[in-house]
């Protein structure tokens, strides 16, 4: 192995792992359940839509839900069954709130879908057919934030990638399942990193792994074939919260800052988790979409902690039931890592495409005895975040809801890593203060953009009353001469001419009938390009919308 | 299963807390404190027991008034170590109303007016030692000579509270100035620094005032510790006293007779005191970095003009009290370039 060279980012903190516990024994498949809930938002973007109905029969593979609309993803059945309801379950959100779910009574028989088949020849095909074959498969990023692939693998016509990096770090305490995978499964990582560099066209690929996982790195290595070795590297990475943050990972391996508020692509890098990297594997050369995933469930709760091939939609409790939890002990039952993740309300939750992690943790009495004092200023958060922020400005404007202040100290470069709040020794839950903040901020400039919209509308409607009135007066004028003329010969003529003037009238009130009526019900074509052209805008303002504070 | 989510992440139990820093600062102002008392007699401890039980009382009154709870409060500990240090500022023989008067006015007016902890923005500490000392001059001066002085403990209580020393003793007659307050007092003269030390083995020793040097190593000490143990910022007494010896450094070499040394600036007066437990007060310094850089220079240069030219021996308390006036222009100017940033912006 070529040593790799590595640089350290800023900030972050060593953390105890927790990792030996839940890789003891190896990754098991947990049983398909009777039901399977699918959340039709399982990742970022608009929530599929539902193509089929309540009775139908499924197969496993088959689409449920197609995506809406460029970021989004399509959802598939994890098993074969009868689809039992399209209706608001509790799904797993920080808000605990319901939403359109597809549920599934499983048959047991786990049937696949005729249409499910490998593409072994990947190849032949151009970038943007390979990436709509992802996209079909419905496959998001697996690493928690559930971005819609495809995109990822689309750097645009002004990048080129140099640099694919898949994200191996998994630097939350507790979490395995990328562990596991890269232990047992390192040859489905490598093809689906392949796959995804010949979508990219990108010239070197490396895999960043913390050193705390030596398995891991010796399974990928030893995994690499000879002539794989020129492009692919596996790097080990220092052991440190967040190594797997994606810009702290992309500095540790390659040395470059990806600027602040834009995207890796803009130095040449992209990035994936490993996960990911096997999904591509399995549905490029296995024809099969995204139903399963592995999940962690650990925890002190839980008197089995370990790693499972999870279909999505299978209910929490199940796995709790899996692991052995003592789900009485259970104080905090978190989805995702400590750091990160956010707690449930309920074990009747289903796992969905995103979920990496189930933790129960049990009674703290530390967290229970620590309550909340005023900031002290001791600078111990800027001290440790990543991102090089002053968390203790930010929460202090967030708090006074001055949210062009909060905007100046870089909100939007805030990755909501946690390590802040950690170390604060007032126990300011300061990342609740940046989500909040973040959630305002969105929801006013959906606001204002709805308000500019109806000012256009309404400036719209001026003219056009103005342009009517101006019309109407035209109209009466060339009537009245009409008619002063008509009153100069004889009657005969003048009824000529009245009877001229009401068919002109009538043709007129037709005509205006006939475009009204094109006008309202536009063509689903028509439909689709306006809303594409609107999320694009949305995406523009969601990705650059902050670049005119940054000039302050 | 249903469960109350309460947090938002992180879900792990937090690092630390504002009481164990607190207590962890106590602990390491003991040594210094000891050789206070060793060198300054009960006295000494007298004092901070007046500030302690005064800053307690007035927080718990405080925060009963204004209806919030007491006992967090109390337990930070934020209360005790303002008492605490300005106990250690002040003379060790004073009457009780002069150390319960600055703490009221630390803890009540200069705390609690100004919104209470993590709003004041000057050092409550140096605020009530600076009232004293623009208010009691006289009886902010009076050192006792290094060596107890020959009072017991039941001597400087009975002073405290009734104002009486034992017959036969005056005030005038035990008390003296510091040494920092004679050097000054000997330059204005015109006498040269090696004379006027040499002239009074009684109070100068080879790197400082005699007793000072060590109160002011043991407190490098706790420092050091605090330092260690990262709970204080480093940047903050290293350009503070980087500063302070660099200036005595250089105006020593200029004029080694009209300049003290600058070890003995470092180990005299409350130089290490101010350094490592004042001036590193996380409320009312600068929060950034390079912030505390600039803002712990300044304080060492100012100690060092107030001290050379000004009007006071000791110049920490208004060094302190000037730079937090300054502290949100610093910060403003010494933001960290965020994670990305392009240079030069
Ligand atoms: S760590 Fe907490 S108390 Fe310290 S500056 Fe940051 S927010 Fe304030
Ligand atoms: S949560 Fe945000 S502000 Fe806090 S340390 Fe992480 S990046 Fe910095």
Redesign the interface.
């Known amino acids: 192995m070529t040593a790799c060279r590595t640089w350290s980012?800023?900030g972050g903190l060593a953390?105890d792992g927790h990792k030996a516990v839940s890789t003891r024994e190896p990754v098991a498949a947990a049983p398909v359940p009777p039901l399977l809930v699918l959340p039709l938002q399982q990742h970022i973007g608009n929530p599929a839509v539902p193509v089929v109905e309540a009775g139908q029969r499924v197969a496993r593979g088959q689409v449920l839900a197609r995506a809406d609309e460029y970021v989004s993803a399509p959802v598939h059945a994890p098993s074969s069954g009868t689809v039992a309801a399209i209706e608001e379950r509790p799904v797993p959100h920080?808000s605990?709130l319901a939403a359109p779910c597809i549920v599934i009574e499983t048959d047991g028989e786990d049937r696949p879908h005729p249409d499910c088949r490998p593409l072994p020849d990947y190849e032949a095909l151009d970038p943007s057919a390979l990436r709509n074959v992802i996209r079909e498969a419905g496959i998001v990023g697996l690493g928690g934030a559930g971005f819609p692939t495809f995109i990822k693998l689309n750097p645009g016509p002004d990048h080129a990638v140099d640099t694919l990096i898949l994200n191996g770090a998994e630097c939350e305490?507790w979490i395995t399942c990328d562990d596991m995978l890269m232990r047992e499964r390192p040859r489905e990582i490598i093809e689906g990193l392949k796959i995804m560099r010949h979508a990219l066209r990108a010239r070197r690929c490396l895999i960043g792994v913390e050193d705390n996982k030596p398995e891991a790195l010796a399974a990928l290595e030893g995994a690499l074939e000879a002539d794989e070795r020129d492009i692919i590297r596996v790097c080990p990475v220092p052991t440190r919260y967040p190594a797997g943050g994606e810009?702290q990972l992309i500095l540790a391996l390659t040395g470059k800052?990806?600027?602040?508020q834009?995207l890796p692509v803009e130095v040449g890098i992209v990035c994936h988790n490993v996960g990911t990297a096997a999904a591509v594997y399995r549905a490029i050369h296995r024809g099969e979409p995204l139903v399963s995933r592995l999940v962690t469930v650990t925890g002190p709760a839980m008197e089995r902690p370990r790693n499972l091939e999870v279909r999505v939609g299978t209910p929490v409790?199940d796995l709790l039931a899996l692991a052995g939890a003592r789900?009485t002990d259970?104080?905090?039952?978190?989805m995702?890592g400590?750091?990160?993740?956010?707690?449930?309300?309920?074990?009747?939750v289903p796992v969905i495409k995103t979920t990496n992690c189930i933790?129960g943790?049990d009674h703290?009495p530390?967290?229970q005895a620590?309550?909340v004092?005023?900031?002290?200023?001791?600078?111990e958060c800027?001290?440790v975040c990543?991102?090089?922020?002053?968390p203790?400005?930010l929460y202090w404007f967030a708090r006074a809801r001055d949210m062009d202040k909060v905007q100046d100290?870089?909100l939007f470069?805030c990755i909501?890593c946690?390590c802040c709040?950690?170390?604060?020794?007032?126990?300011i839950?300061l990342?609740?203060y940046y989500?909040f903040a973040k959630t305002q901020i969105w929801a006013q400039e959906k606001e204002r953009r709805k308000a500019d919209l109806a000012r256009r509308r309404h400036e719209f409607r001026l003219q056009r009353l103005e342009r009517e009135k101006r019309e109407k007066e035209e109209r009466q004028r060339r009537k009245k001469e009409l008619l002063k003329k008509a009153r100069g010969g004889d009657e005969a003529a003048k009824q000529a001419a009245i009877q001229a003037a009401l068919e002109r009238v009538k043709a007129r009130r037709e005509q205006q009938h006939a475009r009204a009526r094109n006008v309202e019900p536009r063509t689903e074509a028509q439909r689709k390009a306006l809303a594409e052209a609107e999320e694009r805008r949305r995406r523009l303002a969601g990705d650059g919308g902050e670049s005119d504070d940054?000039a302050v | 299963?249903?469960?109350?989510?309460?947090?938002?992440?992180?879900?792990?139990?937090?690092?630390?807390?504002?009481g164990?820093?607190m207590f962890a600062v106590v602990a390491a102002l003991v040594p210094g404190t000891a050789a206070a008392a060793w060198f300054f007699g009960p006295g000494v401890l007298v004092n901070m027991a007046w500030c302690a039980a005064t800053a307690l009382a007035a927080e718990a009154a405080v925060l009963g008034l204004r209806h919030r709870?007491v006992r967090?409060a109390l337990a930070?500990g934020?209360a005790l170590v303002t008492a605490l240090l300005l106990g250690l500022a002040l003379p060790p023989l004073v009457p009780w109303w002069l150390p319960v008067t600055g703490t009221a006015f630390a803890v009540i007016v200069a705390k609690h007016l100004y919104g209470?902890?993590?709003?004041n923005p000057f050092n409550p500490a140096m605020a009530g030692y600076a009232l004293l000392l623009v208010s009691f001059p006289r009886e902010m001066v009076a050192w006792l000579p290094p060596g107890d002085g020959g009072l017991d403990l039941a001597a400087v209580l009975h002073y405290s509270l009734a104002g009486t020393l034992p017959p036969g003793a005056t005030l005038d007659a035990l008390t003296q100035a510091t040494p920092l307050d004679t050097l000054r007092t000997q330059i204005g003269l015109g006498r040269p620094v090696a004379e006027a030390m040499a002239s009074r083995p009684d109070l100068f020793a080879r790197v400082g005032g005699v007793g000072w040097a060590w109160i002011n190593g043991l407190f490098l000490l706790g420092g050091l510790w605090l330092l260690w143990r990262r709970i204080a910022?480093w940047q903050i007494p290293a350009a503070m006293l980087g500063t302070l010896g660099l200036l005595a450094l250089g105006f020593w070499l200029l004029d080694p007779a009209r300049y003290a040394p600058p070890l003995f600036h470092l180990f005299s007066g409350a130089a290490m005191l101010g350094a490592f437990f004042i001036a590193t007060d996380?409320?009312t310094?600068s929060?950034?970095?390079r912030g505390?850089l600039v803002y712990g220079a300044g304080i060492g240069a100012l100690m060092y003009v107030i001290r050379t030219w000004g009007g006071y021996p000791d110049g920490v308390a208004f060094a302190v009290l000037l730079m937090n006036m300054a502290v949100p222009t610093i910060d403003h100017y010494t933001?960290?370039?965020?994670?990305?940033?392009?240079q030069g912006?």
């Open positions: 980012f800023p953390l920080p605990g305490p810009k800052a990806v600027p602040s834009k409790s789900t259970i104080t905090e039952l978190v995702g400590p750091m990160m993740g956010f707690e449930l309300a309920s074990d009747a933790l943790l703290d530390h967290r620590a309550p004092r005023p900031c002290i200023r001791c600078g800027a001290r990543p991102a090089k922020l002053l203790q400005e100290f870089h470069d909501e946690g709040a950690y170390v604060c020794p007032s126990h839950p990342v609740q989500r940054d | 299963m249903r469960f109350e989510p309460r947090h938002s992440s992180p879900h792990l139990a937090p690092a630390g807390n504002v164990r820093l709870p967090p930070d934020s209470g902890l993590g709003y910022a996380p409320v310094a929060t950034t970095p505390r933001r960290p370039r965020v994670f990305g940033e392009e912006r």
